[in-house]
């Protein structure tokens, strides 16, 4: 499975990005996709992560400002980001995995991060 997300860049405080992460290879094994970030000198955080099914979980800190969508038919998924704060500034992660486990505990396929820098 190769994952390839895009999208990142500067936003200013308030302000909306939406970054996309698009898989091919044997997708048939993905269950759950998900966006991790990784800011300097922190650990890597799941954001949020979603089931073939649609059900979502958000980390506390984004929840009710980022939106995690998936379009099956496309083997994408999306992020959505409102309300930018500067500390969401990270380098933001695709994983995905066959299990909901797999995604939680990092196990699942990664792809190369984009940059998100919140500033003004």
């Known amino acids: 499975v190769q994952l390839q997300a895009s999208g990142g860049g500067l936003v200013q405080p308030g302000g909306s990005l939406r970054l996309s992460c698009a898989s091919s290879?044997?997708?048939?094994?993905?269950?759950?996709m998900g966006w991790y970030r990784q800011a300097p000198g922190k650990q890597r955080e799941l954001v949020a992560r979603?089931?073939?099914?649609?059900?979502?979980v958000y980390a506390a800190s984004v929840k009710g400002r980022f939106t995690i969508s998936r379009d099956n038919a496309k083997n994408m998924v999306y992020l959505e980001m409102n309300s930018a704060k500067p500390e969401d500034t990270a380098v933001y992660y695709c994983?995905?995995?066959?299990?909901?486990?797999?995604?939680?505990?990092?196990?699942?396929?990664w792809g190369k991060g984009t940059q998100v820098t919140v500033s003004s």
């Open positions: 979603i089931t073939s099914g649609g059900s979502t």
């Open positions: 290879g044997s997708i048939f094994s993905i269950n759950v």
């Open positions: 994983n995905a995995g066959g299990s909901v486990l797999a995604v939680d505990t990092r196990q699942g396929y």
